[in-house]
Each structure stands twice: as C-alpha cells, then as structure tokens.
C-alpha cells in the first residue's frame, strides 16, 4: 500500500480509499505542526478473572508491548484526513470538508475537552454511517467490522473535538500487540487516538520533568475519558477498565458491584516493573462462552462455585496487600516467589471453573519444565493468552530452550515487562541515541510503514522491549512531577 505524500508534494488519498465530494483546491503550503506520536501500553489481568464478574476485585497491569501513532501535517492545501492502520489493512480517507460537522457542532450535541462523556449520543453515530459503510467494501466481514469499528473511534473522537478547520493529517498506526486475545489492543489504539487529537487542539501540556503531578493527573485523566468514548464506539459497554491502564500505566485494582453503575478503580502507583513472559496460544475464544459457563456452573453448584469465587477474591487481595506494603522489593525472591504462588494458585482455581483450555495446560507444562516461573492464563481463558512471572533463574539459554519448545507447538512469545509506563508522547518525532556517531533522525511514514513486524517498529520507535538502547524524546505523564504516591489506596469511579 503506498504511502500519501506530504508537504504538497502529491494527494494524500493516493493508495487509500477516498471519500465523496470534489477535491477543494488551494494554494500548497508548509504543514502547520511537526510530526510526532503517541503510544499506549497493552494490559493484562494478573488476578481475578471471572471473579470480578461477580462483585469481587481484580486487578490488570500495563505490559511492555504497545501501540504506536504517527500523526504527520499535510500542508495547508490538502483538506484530507487519512488513517493508515497497516497492521490490519485499513486505508481510507475522507475530505474534512464533507464531514457531518453540522450535525456534530449543533450547541445541544458539540463536546469540549473538558467535558465527561459517558454515552454516545445516537443521532452522532448515525451521522457518522454513511462514511464508515464505505470502508474495506471488498474486505471479509470480520476485518470490515474489525476497519469500521477502529475508523468509528477516530471519527468520533475528530469530529466531537475538532472542527472544520482542523489541518489535513495522516494518522500511521503500528501496534506490537496482538488482536483478539484479550490484551487490551483496541484501549491501546483509543488512547493513542485521545492523546494525539487533544495534543493536536493544544489542549495538554507535557509532559515534561518539572510538570506539577496534579496537573500531569489531570492531563492523564482528560486522555482516558475520551479513549473511553473510543472504546464505547468500539465494544459499546466496556468496563473503563483497559483504557484508565493504557492511560495511566502501572496497575489498577477494580470493583464492580452493580453493573448499573461505573466500576470502582484503584489506580497502584507503586506497582513494581516485573520480567513477564506473555504467550499467545494462537486459540480463539469468546469471553460471553467462558463467563456464561462459569454462571451455568454456579446455577448449578451454587455453593462451590461461591467458595472458588471467594478464593480468587482472597489472592487478588494478598496481592495488593503484598504489593502495596512499604517494605515491598520486587528484587528479593521471596516477595516474587509469593507473587508467583498466588498466580499459580489462581489459575488452579479458574481451571476449576472450567475455563481453561488444553492449550493453556500445554503452555503452563512447557514452562514448568524448564523452570522459568509461575503460569495462569490471563483474560476469559479458553484460549486465548498465558502470563508466566519469570524467576531470577530465567538464563538467556534457558529463554532460548523455552522459545524453541513453544516454537514447535504453534505458540506465540513475547517477552515483556508488566507494570511500565502509560501513555507518552515523542514530540517532534525525532529520536535521539546516546551514540556519539548517530544523532537520531525523523521518524516519516515510509520507514515506519516499512518496519516489518514488531522488533523493527519497537527498535525505530525506540519504546518497549525490543528497543535496544536508550532512545531520548519520549515522555510520559505517569512519570513526570517526582513521586506521589498520595492516591494509592484512593478508589475512583469510571465511567462505564
């Protein structure tokens, strides 16, 4: 799929699909802003899946793998906003000027940044049919759905928060993580969306080292309520969940008591960077099959389902109490040793409610051999994904072995880090090395389109785990302002 020009050197629509009225001509100019890019974390659940179905706590952590947004200006004369979504074939573009702002900006329906959005508003999605229904006509119906719902958060967001003279743009996405397997991907790409559209609106500032932390909390959290509303547009009812971890980073505990009101998040500042082992089964699953059988089960055996329920209620708080203690040190074995029987024993129980997989047997049996750590599954299970915390005793030559063995099986392996950073920005999208001989470079749309798969995109970007060496640029608010752990412990609703 070839690239669209920049900087008036050619159309922006080429290569993509372009959307209806006539091409608006107009003198060719410089681009109004740099290039630059957002990234936001994947997430996992470390305990207490399907619990939390039933009122009780679970808590989900950030994970190394991410997403990555380029947004580069077209000059003044080019009036068309482009996404270019390689990762899953999507190309399309529209004229900005044949948008339905006039059904957007009405003063009953017209958003500001500030503004809490908890719904979608009916007549808005409507407005916005005509131009999803022309994306990917000649693709299958799953990747159209998978086009339509990533194109409705981008529109939606664009057109509650711009205007009609917002500047032509591309927006080039790459992600490292992978789709459909409960990792929180779609999160990812909203909160990438939010941040790059306010940062467009000059609505945020940062992040930067001397940024007082309340502001930097503020900022954090006018990203997250709107990658909310992209991932309303994307899953209709979500949690709030994926989206405040992608955000914030780190960890979060979460609550939900009463499905008619927002869950309660407690956001785990101190929540320790861990060696984590994520592995893909390639097993498709459905989380409504899996918590459907854990109900039929409970229907069935009511009170031993309450007391496996209890259980996984009680390892998720021992965790938390673990973690948050003042003397806790994720270096010492035996606080990571708790941490891992905990992970064992919860996916013990989830195995006894029936979710989980021969598949996800297969990994924890694989790793347990060549002793490398702790193995659950992480997500709705059957299918789907396994985390395993690595031990001190985790040896390149032992990564290696176990890489071969998962190899052979069919299994996919990414070695990451839980509980990093959340959203950041690389403003302008220029890196620089340590390296007295390289002094970084721009990172344009054909070196980014061209990386091919994830350790070239995470070596360009210079963000996560296959970066490897320390690139200068990026910032993330979760790390601006110094230590401020004030609101660990402080429990806020999300909207969801």
């Not at 131009?131 to 967001?157: C, E, G, T």
């Not at 467009?200 to 309340?214: I, M, V």
């Not at 752990?485 to 806020?492: D, F, L, M, T």
Request: hydrophobic share 35%; net charge negative.
């Amino acid at each position: 799929m070839e690239s669209p020009k920049v900087n008036g050197m050619g159309e922006a629509t080429k290569g993509c699909e372009a959307g209806e009225g006539p091409a608006i001509q107009r003198r060719q100019s410089r681009p109004t802003m740099p290039a630059f890019m957002t990234s936001a974390p994947g997430k996992v659940i470390v305990y207490g899946e399907h619990a939390v179905v039933y009122g009780k706590a679970a808590m989900a952590a950030a994970i190394s793998l991410r997403s990555y947004l380029l947004v580069t200006a077209l000059s003044r004369s080019h009036r068309t906003i482009t996404l270019r979504f390689p990762d899953i074939d999507l190309g399309h573009s529209w004229n900005i000027d044949d948008l339905p702002w006039a059904t957007f900006s009405q003063p009953s329906k017209k958003k500001h940044y500030y503004d809490l959005v908890d719904k979608l508003d009916p007549e808005l999605v409507e407005a916005m049919q005509p131009l999803l229904s022309k994306i990917s006509p000649k693709a299958s119906s799953d990747d159209r759905k998978i086009h339509q719902n990533a194109a409705s958060a981008f529109l939606y967001l664009f057109l509650s928060l711009g205007s009609r003279g917002f500047p032509g743009c591309i927006y080039t996405l790459r992600s490292t993580i992978p789709i459909g397997a409960g990792l929180g991907s779609s999160a990812s790409i909203s909160v990438c969306i939010s941040s790059a559209i306010l940062l467009q609106l000059r609505t945020l500032s940062g992040p930067h080292p001397d940024q007082p932390r309340e502001e930097a909390e503020l900022q954090i959290e006018r990203i997250n309520r709107w990658a909310f509303v992209g991932e309303m547009c994307i899953h209709g009812n979500p949690s709030g969940v994926d989206n405040t971890v992608a955000t914030g980073g780190k960890a979060v505990l979460f609550k939900r008591g009463d499905y008619n009101q927002p869950p309660t998040v407690t956001p785990l500042k101190t929540f320790p960077e861990l060696p984590l082992l994520l592995v893909n089964t390639r097993q498709s699953r459905s989380t409504a099959t899996e918590v459907a059988k854990v109900a039929a089960f409970r229907k069935a055996h009511p009170a031993v389902v309450e007391l496996i329920l209890e259980a996984i209620s009680q390892i998720t708080q021992s965790a938390h109490k673990l973690i948050s203690t003042s003397g806790f040190d994720a270096k010492e074995i035996t606080s990571i040793q708790t941490l891992g029987d905990l992970m064992n024993t919860n996916h013990g129980l989830l195995a006894a409610l029936g979710v989980s997989h021969p598949k996800l047997e297969r990994v924890r049996e694989i790793v347990d051999t060549v002793g490398l750590g702790w193995t659950k599954l992480t997500g709705a299970g059957g299918g789907g994904s396994a985390i395993t915390l690595l031990n001190s005793k985790a040896s390149p030559s032992t990564l290696e072995e176990l890489d071969s063995k998962l190899a052979h099986e069919g299994f996919e392996r990414y070695e990451t880090t839980l509980g990093g950073e959340g959203v950041g920005v690389l403003w302008p999208a220029v890196l620089h090395t340590e390296s007295k001989d390289d002094t970084g470079g721009d990172i344009d749309q054909e070196a980014f389109l061209s990386a091919s798969g994830r350790e070239d995109v995470e070596k360009l970007v210079g963000v996560g785990v296959g970066a490897d060496e320390k690139r200068e640029g990026w910032r993330f608010w979760s790390n601006v302002g110094g230590p401020h752990v004030a609101s660990e412990g402080k429990q806020e609703p999300v909207s969801g």
